[in-house]
Structure formats: C-alpha cells, structure tokens
C-alpha cells in the first residue's frame, strides 16, 4: 500500500512554461514533506520542503503548496529550465519514530528547449 | 557532490553469491540509511543505523544485514543473491537530531547491482 502517491510517472514541458508536479498521501500522520530532485547515474538531493503548519514554501524559481485537506501537495518551478529535466521524488515522514520518509515512485520531469 | 561517498559504483555478479556495499557518510553525519531502487520503483527504505545501533527496519530481506562501525561508515552485506536483488542500492546519510522528524538526508551516488 503506497502512502505517498506520484501518479504522473513522466511530465513534459516546454522551456519557461510552468512545470506542475504532484503528489498525494494516505497518511493523516505525516507532517513534514520534501522532494528531492535526481539526475541519470546521481543519488537524490534535496530540494525543497514543507511543514504541515504552512500551506506553501518558496524557494527561488521553486515552490511547494501544501493542502492538507485533500492530502495533497505539489511542486512548481517556474520557470521552468532544460537543465530541471530529472526524476523528482516525494517524499514525506511523520513525527517521532526514526526520522524515514516515504517516498513516492517519483516523476520524470523533460523540459524541452 | 553530497559529501556521501558509496563503493563500487557498479557491480555485477552471479546468482547465489554474496556482495557487500560501502558507504561513508558526511563529515558530522551520526546516521546512515540504505534504500534500494529498483526498476520503475521508488526508493524502498531497507535500514536505519544511527551512531553504530541499529535504529530503524524497513523492508530488508532476511539475506540482506548492515552494520555501522566505530568511524561510521556502514557496509550492506546481500547474500544469496537472487534476480531480482538487481536495482540500484543508496545509501543517505543525516544529522539525525532527536525528536525532529525535519531531517534532510543527503543520498550518495549509489551502487548499481547486476545480478546474472
């Protein structure tokens, strides 16, 4: 049973348009959300984040909204770059235990010139 | 570059046998994570070790074990291999602070294992 859910496995955009990527999640107990950014024969890093307290969080051309309601966040980048073309993981942990996040299956992000 | 260092980058091996992986994480870094990707999947989590304990346990094979030692670079040992043991295996490290869950982890590049 997936807990946090990547339902796009591919997106693609065009160079300057917005890229849009989503995520949903089951458990009501998570408080903490990231994404992570993984480029072909690299490990995953870190990219941006949100606690539950807030509903967006911005980062330069990056930015994640959270609505807890709907159990559902995503990530904009705007504007979108050749060089964003990467797998994007989400990734979410709750408080307490052992500091794991779970992951998502991820999206493969192509932004096109 | 993570600061994360895993060896070897590549590793190809016959059913049956046994490999080890090593990881080195971050300078200040007390906990080392394994993750193994395989295709079309996300990062499963396998094993949490934390200052030289065992702190967490994913979904890691009885033929898989892990260890953290004095200078905190962990070993993951697979075993009897199989198949599908193919997949690229990570290792993250992070600070791991007490009673926060908003740890970053930073990911090596990975190991990739073939299994023929």
């Known amino acids: 049973d997936q807990q946090v859910k990547q339902n796009s496995p591919s997106l693609s955009v065009q160079e300057g348009r917005i890229s849009i990527l989503n995520c949903d999640y089951t458990n009501s107990m998570f408080d903490y959300f990231l994404w992570y950014k993984k480029y072909p024969a690299e490990g995953p890093t870190f990219l941006i984040s949100?606690?539950?307290?807030?509903d967006k969080n911005e980062d330069g051309r990056f930015t994640v909204f959270l609505n807890k309601s709907a159990k559902h966040l995503s990530l904009h980048i705007v504007p979108s770059q050749p060089g964003d073309s990467a797998v994007y993981f989400c990734?979410?942990?709750?408080?307490?235990?052992?500091?794991?996040?779970?992951f998502g299956r991820g999206t493969s992000l192509i932004v096109h010139p | 570059d993570s600061g994360v260092t895993q060896t070897p980058k590549h590793l190809i091996t016959a059913t049956g046998q046994r490999v080890t992986l090593r990881c080195s994480p971050r300078?200040?870094?007390?906990?080392v994570y394994w993750y193994q990707q395989s295709l079309d999947q996300g990062l499963q989590f396998l094993i949490q070790?934390?200052?030289?304990?065992?702190?967490a346990k994913g979904n890691i094979l009885e033929r898989f074990s892990a260890q953290q030692f004095p200078d905190l670079h962990s070993e993951l040992n697979l075993s009897s291999l199989e198949l599908g043991d193919s997949a690229l295996y990570f290792c993250a490290s992070s600070v791991a602070l007490a009673g926060k869950n908003t740890d970053t982890q930073y990911f090596g590049p990975g190991t990739r294992l073939t299994v023929l």
């Open positions: 990734a979410a942990s709750a408080p307490g235990g052992s500091y794991i996040p779970t």
């Open positions: 300078s200040g870094d007390l906990s």
């Open positions: 070790y934390y200052n030289g304990e065992e702190r």
């Open positions: 949100i606690s539950s307290i807030k």
